[in-house]
């Protein structure tokens, strides 16, 4: 089982750039989540997904698109970086049914310059 | 929404200490999730609880729901228990979202 794994681990774009993050899930789970970790602040939640071909968006969506067309795998694009959209890249996944524990995966560090 | 809050911000203890960081969250809840965030970045979950006191090792987390109100409590701390202890809250939507703390940075001196 390798849980939750993110690709790439680093990325440095240029403003303007587009990108996709890659969240891949090994566990079954039907709830997938995109946060984006800045200094001194929580984990913020971007987009998340309630099962195969769901999203919903979060606290801080704007700028940012997901799609969840297979169970496994949650993506997170970014069509035009900003330089705001500098940040540690974090998904999660969970079971549909309690505890609601949330597995990790490693991070994604993007710097946009 | 939930609001969750945590104190302190940082933390600097000399090996052996006991360590407490406290959460504390606007709306009732069900649980309460304490996750741990090692130096490498990676984020694991520590202890979910909904009442009373959970127990894992050297660490100790105590809940008091009336309150709204939860502490992490470490003792004999080690380096190794260096990392950022991170508290999160469920809000009521359906997809059971977590409002996240902001951390506190413990760094435990040999």
């Known amino acids: 089982n390798a849980g939750v794994t993110q690709t790439p681990k680093f990325r440095v774009l240029k403003t303007g750039q587009s990108m996709t993050l890659l969240c891949a899930q090994d566990?079954?789970?039907?709830?997938m989540y995109w946060y984006r970790q800045d200094p001194g602040m929580g984990l913020r939640l971007i987009h998340y997904?309630?099962?195969?071909?769901?999203?919903a968006k979060g606290e801080v969506p704007d700028g940012y698109n997901v799609s969840r067309l297979k169970k496994q795998n949650f993506l997170l694009g970014l069509e035009s970086a900003a330089p705001s959209q500098t940040s540690v890249y974090f998904c999660?996944?969970?079971?549909?049914?309690?505890?609601?524990?949330?597995?990790f995966g490693p991070g994604t560090r993007l710097l946009v310059l | 929404k939930n609001e969750v809050e945590q104190s302190p911000q940082n933390l600097t203890a000399q090996e052996g200490e006991f360590i407490t960081i406290n959460c504390s969250y606007s709306v009732g809840i069900s649980a309460l999730h304490w996750l741990q965030q090692h130096p490498g970045g990676g984020i694991v979950s520590l202890f979910m609880l909904s009442s009373g006191k959970k127990k894992h090792g050297r660490l100790i987390a105590t809940i008091n729901i009336q309150e709204k109100h939860s502490s992490l409590h470490i003792t004999a701390s080690h380096p190794r228990d260096s990392a950022v202890y991170i508290c999160a809250a469920p809000d009521s939507g359906s997809a059971r979202q977590l409002t996240f703390g902001s951390g506190t940075q413990l760094t435990v001196l040999p």
């Open positions: 999660a996944s969970r079971e549909d049914r309690s505890p609601d524990t949330q597995y």
């Open positions: 997904s309630v099962g195969e071909g769901t999203t």
């Open positions: 566990m079954n789970h039907e709830y």
